[in-house]
């Protein structure tokens, strides 16, 4: 994982990419590399909650221009489907991911962000899918993520512009939750990260699910998806603890995942 450094902090995994003299742009290593960091961080029970940022004064520029030069057509598919499988996975993961985006997320950084369960940016934050400026479309997931979340006319007018917006902007669409300043975006991203790992984690989990896969259907199914999670979350022994805290007017809470 030469190219994704993942260090642990309690509960809290932090997953860094660091190519920062190439403004952590993506290429094929880079990928394979963020592929087996979350791997790494899916089989380890101790890790709840994951923060990923970049390394220096870039989130992720990009995907890698030089290495893309050339590709034919054969060559670029097969590309999008590597970073497409591997933001999927990110996505899927069943621990939430805290994108801390602490300088230019554009391009694929843009769509790494946007596989991500929340975003935080630093004011520095910059924020675009300029493909089309390039000769390209996105190619990983940009075209089927940034309508999701910010709804398909500001979308369309973002990927058909290749237009970069502020972190200001970015959080007015609702593409990312807070801006900070670049010092405090750390500390708040671990201050949530930890609120989030202070819960019953099954519960944490199960939720995750439903919305995910809520947003992939229709309201019917989804809300079958919904009672199914919480029939399994009122079998647990945190269901127990959780609600016997409340009910005896305790703040202390000791959930231990079953």
Do not use: W
Request: aromatic share 6%; glycine share 12%; with cysteine.
């Amino acid at each position: 994982m030469g190219f994704v450094k993942l260090e642990q902090q309690g509960h809290v995994g932090i997953m860094t990419i660091d190519r920062e003299k190439a403004l952590n742009a993506l290429n094929s290593q880079v990928l394979s590399d963020l592929d087996a960091a979350i791997d790494e961080v899916a089989a380890n029970d101790d890790i709840y909650v994951v923060i990923l940022t970049g390394a220096g004064r870039s989130f992720v520029a990009g995907a890698d221009i030089g290495e893309m030069k050339n590709f034919s057509a054969y060559d670029g598919k097969q590309f999008g489907v590597h970073g497409g499988s591997v933001f999927l996975k990110l996505e899927n993961m069943a621990k939430p991911v805290i994108a801390a985006i602490n300088g230019f997320a554009l391009g694929g950084g843009c769509e790494l962000a946007m596989s991500c369960d929340i975003r935080l940016a630093s004011e520095k934050a910059k924020f675009g899918q300029p493909e089309v400026g390039l000769g390209i479309t996105p190619g990983f997931g940009g075209t089927q993520r940034l309508p999701r979340i910010v709804g398909i006319s500001k979308a369309m007018e973002l990927i058909l512009t290749a237009k970069v917006i502020k972190a200001e902007e970015a959080k007015a669409i609702g593409l990312v939750s807070e801006v900070y300043p670049a010092e405090e975006l750390m500390p708040k991203a671990l201050e949530l990260a930890n609120a989030i790992c202070a819960n019953a984690q099954i519960a944490v989990k199960e939720s995750k699910r439903c919305i995910r896969m809520g947003m992939q259907t229709d309201i019917n199914t989804g809300s079958a998806f919904e009672a199914e999670a919480f029939g399994v979350c009122c079998g647990t022994e945190d269901k127990n603890e959780g609600m016997g805290a409340f009910l005896e007017k305790r703040a202390e809470k000791h959930f231990q995942g079953k």
